[in-house]
């Protein structure tokens, strides 16, 4: 063999062990970050997921830096390899791939026959705004449609940071209307009892649609949706140290610090004020004043402050950060902090929160707000879930118990409706 091959070949293996150890290295460092409580329903198999969206994380963050690609794009496409499926068709059920309003949405239609028109759902896949897909939220659609008999239109909304607020709350609004203007013609669907729902960022969306609909809903016009079911709902980005922030901070899949950098991917497709958010600074002194009625742990369950929590001291905050960021603060980015005449107009409510979740306590104060202001609402604590249980729903090896459960939970209140 030449030399210069053999040279060659030995120092393509060093860099290649090079780069294995530093992969090795951060995804260690980063997982030492992580904690698991025992009452998280897999947790040895949560640590194990955890681990592998850490190490396509952190692949895309060396390709970033290297100017192949960018971190985001790189782990939307990872995990839509690892999460979306495409089963066969199951018997009972007819699945389309069609256009409402130039947004794709995929349609899962109940075959079994019907005394009358059926109920809908229109829903919005969770992801942050940044990923998730028709296909990631697959399984979860096709359970809701079959085990309730409802027709469910998927939505695939426009992702961040390439297209940025409002678009996604739009394609959502574009895709609703659609399918509410023909829901009854096209699919034997009452436009009556349609609703909207969403698990994360799609609660959100699902959340803030009502909340635009029920501002422009005019008596003859065309029909609003009749309920919002919202799964583990981001409501809101004015706070990132409530009880439950500090409770599972350090608990996957959605760690604290990911929360802040959603939203800004959202609202202006930069992460680097996620410091000055964890910490509050984008919020002037008189509006913590104003959202602090809203967000008082004192109007928590005592079940749900009793795995501790510490008063957070006001910061200053920086007007600069808060010129950036002062949309997300808007009730179509912080549904929660509607005023009560906005969201005391919105339809019924179904809100599902996880024990082990950051975004628990702001779903506990939506149903608060909901329940003082008149507005019909259930609410479910799923006690040893986590964040996103419901896309391991029937993933095989990285199935969860508890994402079954969860969607029992979705279903029963969608036969309602």
């Not at 199935?399 to 036969?415: G, H, I, Q, T």
Request: aromatic share 10%.
């Amino acid at each position: 063999m030449d030399i210069g091959i053999a040279i060659f070949i030995i120092g393509l293996g060093a860099l290649a062990a090079a780069f294995c150890l530093l992969l090795i290295g951060v995804v260690y460092a980063e997982l030492m970050d992580c904690d698991i409580p025992r009452g998280v329903d897999g947790a040895a198999k949560l640590h194990m997921v955890h681990c592998i969206l850490v190490g396509l994380a952190v692949i895309g963050r060396i390709l970033d830096r290297l100017g192949l690609c960018s971190q985001v794009r790189f782990t939307r496409w990872a995990t839509g390899l690892i999460m979306a499926s495409r089963r066969p068709v199951p018997e009972g059920l007819r699945i389309k791939d069609l256009t409402f309003a130039e947004v794709p949405v995929r349609v899962y239609e109940p075959t079994a026959p019907s005394s009358g028109k059926r109920r809908g759902l229109v829903y919005f896949h969770g992801g942050g705004w940044v990923s998730g897909s028709i296909d990631t939220s697959d399984e979860v659609c096709r359970y809701i449609a079959m085990k309730s008999e409802t027709t469910v239109v998927s939505v695939g909304y426009r992702l961040a940071p390439e297209h940025r607020y409002p678009t996604q709350l739009d394609d959502c609004e574009a895709a609703t209307c659609h399918f509410l203007s023909v829901a009854a013609d096209s699919f034997g669907v009452d436009p009556g009892r349609v609703a909207v729902g969403g698990d994360s960022a799609g609660g959100n969306l699902a959340a803030a649609l009502c909340q635009r609909l029920a501002g422009r809903h005019q008596p003859g016009h065309l029909l609003a949706p009749c309920a919002q079911v919202l799964i583990y709902p981001a409501l809101q980005m004015a706070d990132f140290n409530l009880p439950s922030y500090q409770q599972n901070g350090t608990v996957p899949i959605l760690l604290r610090a990911r929360v802040a950098f959603y939203f800004l991917q959202y609202l202006c497709g930069e992460a680097y004020a996620c410091p000055e958010l964890l910490d509050g600074l984008h919020v002037p002194a008189e509006l913590k004043l104003r959202y602090g009625r809203w967000l008082d742990p004192d109007d928590l369950p005592a079940e749900i402050k009793a795995r501790g929590f510490e008063r957070q001291t006001p910061s200053e905050h920086d007007g600069e950060v808060y010129h950036l960021v002062k949309a997300g603060l808007s009730a179509e980015v912080s549904p929660l902090l509607a005023d009560d005449a906005a969201l005391s107009a919105v339809p019924p409510a179904f809100v599902l929160t996880c024990e082990y979740d950051v975004l628990r306590d702001e779903g506990i104060f939506y149903t608060r707000r909901l329940e003082q202001l008149g507005v019909p609402v259930t609410w479910h604590n799923a006690p040893d879930s986590f964040h996103g249980v419901i896309n391991f729903y029937n993933r095989g090896w990285l199935s969860f118990a508890s994402a079954e459960r969860v969607l029992e939970r979705v279903v029963d209140y969608v036969k309602t409706l």
